[in-house]
């Protein structure tokens, strides 16, 4: 299965932000929605925002106002830009294309003091 590259993870502190990135082939990307899924350890993996094609969004009730989704269709590449991260925010988070089903191996982010 085709493989999406998930970057930017790290630690954080509380109140912190990071940016994730997620690159696909452009096969992959141009015909797809990307979404952003977390997982946190012993629970269940997550919605967190996605984006279509065209653009619309779409963010989890926890990521509204806080996280940012976008894409760049020159570079194949789907943001999450992170702001007032929270420590229940530590996961590892996905990127995945759909419908295509296409996923990274996930980046980890921590938020911790």
């Known amino acids: 299965q085709v493989q999406l590259v998930e970057s930017g993870g790290g630690l954080v502190q509380p109140g912190g932000s990071l940016r994730l990135s997620c690159t696909a082939p452009?096969?992959?990307?141009?015909?797809?929605?990307m979404y952003w899924y977390r997982q946190a350890p012993g629970k269940e993996r997550e919605f967190v925002a996605s984006?279509?094609?065209?653009?619309?969004?779409r963010h989890a009730g926890f990521a509204k106002g806080r996280f940012t989704i976008s894409r760049d269709n020159a570079e194949n590449t789907v943001y999450l830009q992170m702001n007032s991260l929270k420590p229940e925010d530590t996961a590892v988070y996905y990127c995945?294309?759909?419908?295509?089903?296409?996923r990274g191996q996930g980046t980890q982010v921590t938020v911790s003091s």
């Open positions: 984006i279509a094609r065209d653009g619309m969004t």
């Open positions: 452009r096969s992959i990307f141009s015909i797809n929605s």
């Open positions: 995945e294309a759909v419908p295509s089903g296409s």
